[in-house]
């Protein structure tokens, strides 16, 4: 099974700036899901980087991880996260993992 992970910062990347709430950013990660009809959890995160031009920032982020999900879906889902949080870029991870369920009953 494949993790994919989407970092998505919140801080605009014209004004540097968190433009909305949290929630408003969650609320339409959410939507974006659903609309693609994938699986999914999601973190809210704080962390720092550095740009290529020497500043460094540190936002909020929002981390989306999608299990076995289709690489092109995926693709989609990065670009339309990108372009409606108008950033720069996002970071895509994929990392092999094993994963099981586990039920019990009582």
Partial sequence: MTETRIYIGLNDSE???QKFETAK???VLKN???SYKVAFSFTVANGGYMHEDGRY??????V???IDADP???????KDLCAF????SV???ENEIKAYFVNESL
């Fill in 15 to 17: 004004t540097l700036d």
């Fill in 25 to 27: 950013y969650v609320s």
């Fill in 32 to 34: 974006v899901c659903r």
């Fill in 57 to 62: 920032t540190q936002e909020t982020s929002l």
């Fill in 64 to 66: 989306l991880s999608l």
């Fill in 72 to 78: 092109a879906v995926v693709s989609e889902i990065a």
């Fill in 85 to 88: 949080f108008n950033q720069e």
């Fill in 91 to 93: 970071l895509v991870t």
